[in-house]
């Protein structure tokens, strides 16, 4: 996605007044105008402090229309804020509303405005303000939203096959858009899965990202319900070859083969879905693809006994440097061959052996994940781990193969549960004047 800086703003633009009488003061005026210590002021003294060193990437904006979603192979931001949303409604027109108006009004929060014009202080005293304010004086931080569209959308499902076909999409149904299957090991907890709807705020500041969302579900009363969801920190995946491999909450550096942007070809191959893979009902899904997502819980406390060696051994990597065992650097290729004369340097059940493409048949995806914590059980245990965010161009024969094979034999397994899960169609970018969902409600 292409990135671009907010224009600098004279203090005219700051007095400029909106139809209801107020001033408009979006995101990026109060950060133009503010400059240095008012910045600081304006957005609470520390926060603003931190992130006026790192003025260059947090006043980015990230182009909301194109080819594709922004927020797939966009740049990875430090932040997430992911929700799922049933619709509440059996208004298809109410619901074709909703989507319109949030088009509008995402596009404007990832330029680093308001909702609407004036939206915070604008509207008069004497109305609820139709932003909710806390991002005023924040840069865009780089915010992308994605949205998609769940199985349970369609109507019938294969959990629920008498569900009704409240929009009259189910025609429009692409076959790949079905529920993941049970794996081995799951503990899937109904509060946390599945949704008709999902967006996805990434953002490098907390607040943008929690502010996009908090405003996209304050709109959708009497339309939509959130159904769950879950914020992140930390992205344990890199979607460009400029950025670091980060670490995951194992402390190993996790994602080092994961797809990356400058790989077009490849992403063709894996990620966007082709004209010839539905039919024409189903085309909309054209340069689309679909998100998994899997919230993951690791037993922390149990890793953190493990001595460094039996981690290494788990994983296949060395913890510090993040090479294959046998290799020397982190994007050395793994030689599953090597042994130490007893057994394989990289074991049998080693997570690098078992997710790597050459023992998949090919497959690959592309991650998106986050690292998460919720806080500590009533056994004092902490709530941690990874929300697995994956898009690729056929769910059920990338992402179910893959994770068929690890939750039958990944030494890892022992150190996780999986508590959340859910598939969600992405429908490909929006051109000028296009709203989300759009390509779906009129074909």
């Known amino acids: 996605m292409r990135i671009m800086r907010p224009p600098r703003l004279s203090a005219e633009d700051v007095?400029?007044?909106?139809?209801?009488?107020?001033?408009?003061?979006?995101?990026?005026?109060?950060?133009?105008?503010?400059?240095?210590?008012?910045?600081?002021?304006?957005?609470?003294?520390?926060?603003?402090?931190?992130?006026?060193?790192?003025?260059?990437?947090?006043?980015?904006?990230?182009?909301?229309?194109?080819?594709?979603?922004?927020?797939?192979?966009?740049?990875?931001?430090?932040?997430?804020?992911?929700?799922?949303?049933?619709?509440?409604?059996?208004?298809?027109?109410?619901?074709?509303?909703l989507l319109q108006q949030w088009t509008a009004a995402a596009e404007r929060m990832t330029r680093g405005e308001e909702t609407i014009s004036g939206g915070a202080v604008g509207l008069g005293d004497y109305r609820p303000p139709a932003d909710t304010g806390e991002a005023l004086g924040l840069a865009p931080a780089s915010l992308t939203l994605t949205i998609g569209f769940g199985p349970s959308l369609f109507g019938p499902t294969t959990?629920?096959?008498?569900?009704?076909?409240?929009?009259?999409?189910?025609?429009?149904?692409?076959?790949?858009?079905?529920?993941?299957?049970?794996?081995?090991?799951?503990?899937?907890?109904?509060?946390?899965?599945?949704?008709?709807?999902?967006?996805?705020?990434c953002a490098d500041d907390p607040q943008v990202a929690v502010h996009a969302i908090r405003n996209l579900a304050r709109m959708g009363f009497g339309v939509v319900s959130v159904r769950w969801s879950q914020l992140g920190f930390g992205r344990t995946s890199s979607t460009t070859t400029t950025q670091q491999t980060p670490r995951n909450m194992f402390g190993f550096k996790d994602g080092t083969a994961n797809l990356k942007a400058e790989d077009t070809a490849v992403l063709d191959q894996w990620v966007w879905v082709n004209p010839q893979d539905n039919p024409p009902a189903a085309r909309w899904m054209t340069g689309g693809t679909y998100l998994v997502a899997r919230r993951i819980r690791m037993h922390i406390e149990r890793w953190d006994r493990a001595s460094l060696s039996e981690q290494e051994l788990v994983v296949g990597r060395s913890k510090g440097e993040g090479a294959p065992l046998g290799q020397s650097a982190e994007f050395d290729s793994p030689d599953f061959a090597l042994s130490d004369g007893s057994a394989p340097l990289i074991a049998r059940t080693a997570h690098i052996r078992l997710a790597h493409p050459d023992n998949l048949d090919g497959i690959r995806i592309l991650r998106r994940g986050y690292n998460f914590t919720d806080g500590s059980d009533g056994f004092g245990h902490l709530d941690a781990g990874l929300f697995f965010v994956a898009f690729c161009r056929e769910?059920?024969?990338?992402?179910?193969?893959?994770?068929?094979?690890?939750?039958?034999?990944?030494?890892?397994g022992e150190y996780l549960v999986h508590t959340g899960s859910a598939v969600f169609a992405c429908p490909p970018g929006l051109s000028d004047g296009d709203w989300w969902g759009q390509r779906l409600f009129e074909s």
């Open 395 to 412: 769910p059920h024969r990338q992402f179910v193969p893959m994770q068929r094979t690890l939750a039958d034999r990944d030494a890892m």
């Open 15 to 97: 007095g400029s007044r909106s139809a209801g009488g107020g001033r408009q003061y979006s995101r990026r005026t109060l950060l133009g105008v503010a400059g240095g210590s008012a910045a600081v002021a304006a957005t609470g003294g520390v926060s603003a402090a931190l992130y006026a060193q790192h003025e260059g990437s947090a006043s980015e904006i990230v182009e909301f229309r194109g080819e594709h979603q922004a927020g797939i192979v966009t740049a990875a931001q430090d932040r997430l804020h992911f929700a799922s949303f049933d619709v509440i409604t059996e208004d298809r027109s109410a619901l074709t509303r």
């Open 159 to 201: 959990a629920d096959p008498d569900r009704p076909d409240r929009f009259e999409l189910a025609r429009h149904r692409p076959a790949a858009l079905t529920e993941l299957p049970a794996f081995a090991r799951d503990a899937l907890e109904p509060a946390r899965g599945d949704g008709d709807l999902c967006i996805q705020a």
